[in-house]
């Protein structure tokens, strides 16, 4: 084993190398634009150089003269689609803003034309030459800007609610520590390699949209309602997607628009947006401010919990991600009481990035936390153990697992936390002084319904289809796992089908679902397989019997019908049966799913389920993160030698592909600590840095020592595989982690993102 391979521990699968390592590694992967299309016309989008306002007119004479326009689409010609559900709604889009519709202009970037030409040159020359004028108003940019607009989240965003419990002003009055502190969080754009790809192909009134997307079903049903076809007639196709972090989750406005246009010109169109064009046109996650007060008793013992949040939306849609119902429950308290507002501005709708709600307003309770401990005069890890709970103090509901104070154990051990001495400051090497930090992270145990088909062949050779996504999160490695032990054949001998509509529906990509999700189908659907070979072999009653047993994966030998039954002769049973293939096809969904699960499943809706509302208790993934800081005494400048995480998740598939998920989420917290922002320019509602070379990404230089620990725990409630889900676990303790380091390196609490050097006093 190595670092990157990290030995199984018990309830832990094998660390195989990824399943598409070598297709990646060799290019051989295609990703939506990579697709050879016949004849296809490019397209290149006109965008709105106004936040607010109208236009009045395009000039598009020098733009047809360019060689090879084929066509120019405006507001004024082009097809009027139908509106669509949001996706946080139940729905398909990111936006109910759906450009050319008017003349009319609500963000910056909009899109207000298309230049479809021969060549991409072409296309991008003529887009160039488009003269845009417009009836400018002044935008509203960002939370404090004049005229934005301010109003309860409870009410506007679906199934949000305020947790509260017991008299908080009343407890927070009358305890011995109070402290209040105000957190903000900068707007951040997801910014995936791969861009925002879209192509239509439609052969007759069949459309085939290769797109990078984390919800291939979602998507085909988005495009045919607002195209007005039936969805049996649009496939998504996307074996690979480059990087999403959420951006690619529900359906933007571009794709209808490029089907559109494809289905008018009779000829197949190929869109790859730009990289700035990217921050416009699809989501982001917006800024937001957080108010926390805490009051507690002497001994270290929580009495009262409040947190507000303020978050940025579109004028279009009530947008927000609120976390509170993670950060109410995190600790036992018993006086707490919360508040989201939604805040409106002239700026295009946010979404959903990595870890949506948890990681600002874990931010801003993580950072609280610290704050407290350090009044109490506590060690932060002491002052969590005292506060710690498996009854979440909202409604009373248990912990299906939570190895919280385990992963601080195991973390502290590893990370040499008994080192750190409590007084901030007192720390230095020569010119640097060093900070010691610690936060927790946390993440909802989320699944939805999923479809499998699975086939095995008498020599032992699987196939498993499902409309599952490979975002570089392990999907193709996970799921060959799943088939390959719980059928007992070797993980060599699957393949898997992923990323394609046209395949067994699964859920979106998102919300650390995946994992769980597609796996429980795929042993559900192997099981199916299972009992017939076992019926073929074995007496009908002890089958049945059998079929009750919850054989643990991984942990025994799957062609087994129980723990106790001797093997069973894999091909005996298919010559019992007398045949060559046994395929199965099944929809499994997750205890505690709304009853229209399946029928929204087939319409490529989502029902997620989990977290808080997970059945009668509350199911979370944890972890313990550390940071160290060195910030030169004489120059502010900020560096992070080492990250280390502590993480429990219950069932790892891969502690390979686990590993590198929960680093990459080390990485992206640490940067979004100190160095990530969409910077604004006020005036005009504009995101200035929207480019790689001004969007800062932490490189290897950055992070020097990242170091994962994955601790065993068994988790029988959440689901059948006992898997919690971990894509979004790594990134929600590391800003605080990070804050809180650099308050015990220097002495200075910095409450807004990200921390950079001239935020330092020097
Ligand atoms: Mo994740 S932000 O739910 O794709």
Request: hydrophobic share 30%; proline share 7%.
């Given at each position: 084993m190595t670092t990157a391979a990290p030995e199984p521990k018990a309830n832990m699968g094998q660390p195989i190398p990824r399943y598409d390592a070598v297709a990646k590694v060799t290019g051989k992967a295609d990703y939506a634009a990579d697709v050879p299309l016949v004849r296809p016309a490019y397209a290149f989008l006109i965008t709105s150089?106004?936040?607010?306002?109208?236009?009045?007119a395009m000039e598009l004479e020098e733009a047809r003269?360019?060689?090879?326009?084929l066509d120019i689409i405006t507001h004024e010609n082009a097809e009027k689609l139908k509106d669509a559900k949001l996706f946080n709604d139940g729905?398909?889009?990111?936006?109910?803003?759906?450009?050319?519709?008017?003349?009319?202009?609500?963000?910056?970037?909009?899109?207000?034309g298309v230049v479809l030409a021969e060549s991409y040159e072409a296309a991008r020359e003529a887009a160039h030459r488009v003269r845009v004028t417009y009836d400018a108003r002044l935008p509203t940019t960002t939370l404090?800007?004049?005229g934005t607009t301010s109003a309860p989240a409870k009410g506007q965003v679906s199934r949000h609610e305020d947790p509260h419990v017991g008299n908080f002003d009343k407890a927070f009055a009358t305890s011995e520590v109070q402290f209040e502190a105000t957190y903000e969080t900068p707007p951040q754009h997801h910014?995936?390699?791969?861009?925002?790809a879209t192509s239509c192909v439609w052969n007759g009134d069949r459309l085939t949209i290769y797109e990078p997307s984390q919800y291939v079903h979602g998507l085909k049903h988005g495009v045919a309602e607002q195209l007005g076809?039936?969805?049996?007639?649009v496939r998504v196709v996307n074996s690979?997607?480059?990087?999403?972090f959420g951006s690619k989750g529900s359906m933007t406005p571009r794709t209808a628009i490029i089907a559109s246009l494809a289905r008018r010109l009779g000829r197949p169109v190929k869109l790859v947006a730009t990289r700035d064009q990217g921050f416009n046109i699809a989501t982001y996650r917006a800024e937001t401010r957080h108010s926390i007060r805490i009051g507690a008793n002497s001994?270290?013992?929580?009495?009262a919990l409040s947190h507000e949040g303020w978050e940025l939306s579109s004028r279009a849609d009530p947008y927000a991600v609120s976390g509170t119902k993670t950060t109410t429950r995190l600790y036992d308290c018993p006086n707490v009481e919360s508040h989201v507002a939604i805040v409106r501005a002239d700026r295009n709708t946010p979404g959903f990035m990595r870890s949506p709600p948890e990681v600002p307003y874990m931010f801003a309770l993580e950072s609280a936390m610290d704050e407290v401990a350090h009044l109490l005069r506590m060690d932060p890890i002491e002052f969590r153990r005292l506060n710690?709970?498996?009854?979440?103090?909202?409604?009373g509901k248990t912990y299906t697992s939570r190895s919280l104070m385990a992963c601080y154990d195991e973390g502290s051990k590893a990370f040499g936390w008994?080192?750190?001495?409590?007084?901030?400051?007192s720390m230095a090497d020569g010119d640097w002084l060093i900070g010691y930090g610690c936060a927790t992270t946390c993440y909802p145990t989320q699944m939805a319904p999923a479809a499998a088909r699975v086939r095995l062949q008498r020599d032992g050779r699987t196939r498993v289809e499902i409309a599952?996504?490979?975002?570089?999160?392990?999907a193709y490695t996970v799921i060959a796992q799943a088939a390959a032990e719980r059928l007992g054949v070797?993980?060599?001998?699957v393949s898997v089908f992923i990323?394609?509509?046209?395949l067994p529906p699964a859920p979106v990509?998102?919300?650390?679902?995946s994992t769980a999700s597609t796996c429980s189908a795929v042993m559900m659907v192997c099981d199916q397989i299972r009992q017939r070979l076992f019926k073929a072999v074995m007496p009908r009653e002890s089958v049945v019997d059998k079929a009750k047993e919850t054989v643990g994966l991984g942990q025994t030998?799957?062609?087994?019908?129980?723990?106790?039954d001797a093997p069973v002769d894999r091909e005996k049973a298919f010559d019992a049966l007398g045949v060559g293939v046994v395929e199965e096809y099944g929809e499994w969904k997750p205890e505690g799913?709304?009853?229209d699960s399946f029928r929204a499943m087939h319409k490529g809706q989502m029902r997620m389920v989990g977290g808080p509302?997970?059945?009668?208790g509350i199911a979370y993934a944890f972890g313990a993160e550390f940071v160290e800081v060195r910030v030169n005494r004489w120059t502010r400048e900020i560096r992070v030698p080492r990250l280390l995480g502590a993480f429990a998740a219950?069932?790892?598939?891969n502690p390979r592909t686990a590993r590198s998920q929960l680093m990459g989420g080390l990485i992206w917290g640490m940067s979004a600590a100190l160095h990530e922002a969409t910077e604004m320019d006020e005036r005009y509602a504009r995101y200035v840095n929207d480019n790689l070379a001004d969007y800062l990404v932490p490189v290897n230089a950055d992070t020097p020592s990242v170091e994962v620990i994955l601790l065993s725990e068994q988790d029988d409630q959440v689901n059948p595989a006992g898997i919690k889900g971990l894509?979004?676990?790594?990134?929600?303790g590391t800003n605080a982690a990070v804050c809180n380091a650099l308050f015990h390196a220097t002495g200075q609490r910095i409450r807004q993102l990200p921390v950079r050097l001239e935020k330092l006093e020097v």
């Open positions: 150089a106004i936040a607010k306002g109208r236009v009045t003269k360019v060689r090879g326009v729905g398909y889009v990111s936006t109910t803003n759906q450009p050319l519709k008017s003349a009319d202009i609500a963000e910056e970037g909009q899109i207000v404090d800007s004049p910014n995936p390699m791969e861009l925002f076809i039936e969805a049996d007639k690979y997607v480059g990087g999403a001994n270290g013992k929580l009495a710690d709970t498996m009854k979440e103090p909202i409604g008994a080192a750190r001495r409590s007084e901030p400051g599952g996504h490979e975002i570089g999160n392990g070797p993980v060599e001998q990323g394609d509509s046209d990509a998102g919300g650390s679902n030998p799957v062609t087994q019908a129980a723990k106790s799913a709304p009853l509302e997970f059945k009668s219950g069932r790892i598939m894509g979004e676990l790594g990134n929600v």
